[in-house]
């Protein structure tokens, strides 16, 4: 008897087959998907033929599968323009690629269902990256009944995980303001050198670079819309201000606490640009060292208290 694991295997790994020459999916932020036809299997060994019951429910759990990457707003669904000359379901696998390519598809949705009893049914659902052929999503769920309500529920529940594992978050535009520095230290009266000066422009580059590399936010530069001499540090709306009047959603401000000539404090606090609530603040206690490694210090905290907690430490 044919296992659904090796039945499943069979279908992945005929996706994941090269497809030559393929064309990127047309440029827009949210995913093209395709979602392909899935197969059945019935090896319950039940007497009755079920199979026109079985296919009506799986083209219903199909169509509606469809109609939920339509309706997200965060997909883009795409459908194959081939019409008769379409390749057949048991086409060679390439050329169901090829089929999604030429549809402008980025993913395609694909899988299979299986009757093990009269009350066990498995799905498989996989989601195949079409430019690369790599597996965005493979997971196999588990659903009882054999009835309308029980394939539509497990429709409900499948196409909720399959969606959210391929709906991309847009990035934030960030306002991300130059690093300030804060001097209370007995050498304050001398004022900011150009050494100091450097490091903290050194601080916003770094930290600058760690927020594009991790494709969470879209950054604004806003060093031209800061008037020199006049911190932001004491002047909350101002950040906000800043950040709405460049399109920004946030802005971020870090500052660096001098407290003696080898100790600092660093924090930073992200703002909302429309109303000027804090999103998340984060501080790094008494750290020692000179001022040259006030930008490690700076991506180190805003990598553990932004990044790493989702970006919304308070």
């Given at each position: 008897m044919?296992?659904?694991?090796?039945?499943?295997?069979?279908?992945?790994?005929?996706?994941?087959?090269?497809?030559?020459?393929v064309?990127?999916?047309?440029?827009?932020?949210?995913?093209?998907?395709?979602?392909?036809?899935?197969?059945?299997?019935?090896?319950?060994?039940?007497?009755?033929?079920?199979?026109a019951?079985?296919?009506?429910?799986?083209?219903?759990?199909?169509?509606?599968?469809?109609?939920?990457v339509?309706?997200?707003?965060?997909?883009?669904?795409?459908?194959?323009?081939?019409g008769?000359?379409?390749?057949?379901?048991?086409?060679?696998?390439?050329?169901?690629?090829?089929?999604?390519?030429d549809?402008?598809?980025?993913?395609?949705?694909t899988?299979g269902?299986?009757?093990?009893?009269?009350?066990?049914?498995?799905?498989?659902?996989?989601?195949?990256?079409?430019?690369?052929?790599?597996?965005?999503?493979d997971?196999?769920?588990?659903?009882?009944?054999?009835?309308?309500?029980?394939?539509?529920?497990?429709?409900?529940?499948?196409?909720?995980?399959?969606?959210?594992?391929?709906?991309?978050?847009?990035?934030?535009?960030?306002?991300?303001?130059?690093?300030?520095?804060?001097?209370?230290?007995?050498?304050?009266?001398?004022?900011?050198?150009?050494?100091?000066?450097k490091?903290?422009?050194?601080?916003t580059?770094?930290?600058?670079?760690?927020l594009?590399?991790?494709?969470?936010?879209?950054?604004?530069?806003?060093?031209a819309?800061?008037?020199?001499?006049?911190?932001?540090?004491?002047?909350?709306?101002?950040?906000?201000?800043?950040?709405?009047?460049?399109?920004?959603?946030?802005?971020?401000?870090?500052?660096?606490?001098?407290?003696?000539?080898?100790?600092?404090?660093?924090?930073?606090?992200?703002?909302?640009?429309?109303?000027?609530?804090?999103?998340?603040?984060?501080?790094?206690?008494?750290?020692?060292?000179?001022?040259?490694?006030?930008?490690?210090?700076?991506?180190?905290?805003?990598?553990?208290?932004?990044?790493?907690?989702?970006?919304?430490?308070?």
């Open positions: 044919t296992s659904f694991r090796s039945f499943s295997r069979l279908a992945l790994a005929a996706l994941m087959l090269s497809a030559g020459t064309r990127a999916a047309a440029d827009d932020d949210s995913p093209a998907v395709m979602v392909d036809d899935f197969s059945y299997l019935d090896t319950s060994g039940e007497p009755s033929d079920q199979t019951v079985h296919q009506r429910r799986l083209e219903a759990f199909i169509a509606a599968l469809r109609r939920d339509a309706a997200d707003a965060r997909l883009r669904l795409v459908s194959p323009a081939c008769a000359s379409c390749p057949a379901a048991d086409a060679p696998p390439a050329a169901r690629l090829h089929m999604a390519a549809a402008g598809a980025g993913v395609v949705i899988g269902v299986q009757k093990l009893s009269t009350l066990v049914q498995w799905a498989r659902a996989s989601a195949i990256e079409v430019a690369s052929n790599r597996v965005l999503f997971k196999i769920f588990t659903f009882r009944g054999d009835s309308d309500e029980a394939w539509e529920r497990a429709e409900m529940f499948v196409s909720r995980q399959v969606r959210d594992a391929l709906a991309t978050p847009q990035p934030i535009r960030l306002a991300l303001l130059p690093f300030e520095l804060d001097d209370t230290s007995a050498g304050a009266a001398l004022g900011e050198t150009e050494t100091d000066r490091e903290l422009q050194a601080a580059d770094a930290v600058r670079q760690l594009e590399q991790s494709g969470r936010y879209r950054l604004v530069d806003a060093a819309a800061v008037t020199p001499g006049q911190p932001l540090r004491d002047c909350e709306a101002c950040e906000a201000n800043i950040a709405r009047g460049l399109g920004a959603q946030q802005s971020l401000l870090g500052i660096v606490r001098r407290i003696g000539r080898t100790e600092y404090i660093i924090g930073f606090r992200v703002r909302q640009a429309d109303t000027g609530a804090p999103v998340a603040v984060g501080d790094s206690g008494l750290r020692l060292g000179a001022n040259y490694s006030w930008g490690r210090g700076a991506v180190r905290l805003v990598r553990e208290r932004l990044l790493d907690n989702g970006g919304s430490e308070r």
